[in-house]
Nanobody, 126 residues
Framework: QVQLAESGGGSVQTGGSLRLSCVAS????????MGWFRQAPGKEREGVAS???????GDADSVKGRFTISKDNAESTLYLQMNNLKPEDTAMYYC????????????????????WGQGTQVTVSS
């Protein structure tokens, strides 16, 4: 039974920073692709960043240069460092575990991620 638990969300002003964490339990996660997604009210869930088994990262264009995904295999924890936050970053953020160890062009394909956390809210005020 895979379980993912996010934390670290909160309210910040424009330009602020937050670091999200996602602790994985139940099955080893270091051998598969992991991702961060977000969903704002009234919008579809979208991919933010992903990291595969080999540590190769992918970022959405909207967060390039501001967000960094990383993982600590020893602690079974996935991170998302978010800097220079903007109001449009306001959303519920979810971590997800894929079936495959690398996804390439499908890195943000929601159907490739069968396991999801409950989410953590990020609110950025102007």
């Amino acid at each position: 039974q895979v379980q993912l638990a996010e934390s670290g969300g909160g309210s910040v002003q424009t330009g602020g920073s937050l670091r999200l964490s996602c602790v994985a339990s139940g099955q080893p996660y270091s051998s598969v692709c992991m991702g961060w997604f977000r969903q704002a009210p009234g919008k579809e869930r979208e991919g933010v960043a992903s990291i595969d088994r080999y540590g190769s990262e992918g970022d959405a264009d909207s967060v390039k240069g501001r967000f960094t995904i990383s993982k600590d295999n020893a602690e079974s924890t996935l991170y998302l460092q978010m800097n220079n936050l903007k109001p449009e970053d306001t959303a519920m953020y979810y971590c997800a575990r894929a079936r495959m160890y690398m996804l390439g062009s499908k890195q943000f394909d929601i159907d490739e991620y069968p396991h999801w956390g409950q989410g953590t809210q990020v609110t950025v005020s102007s």
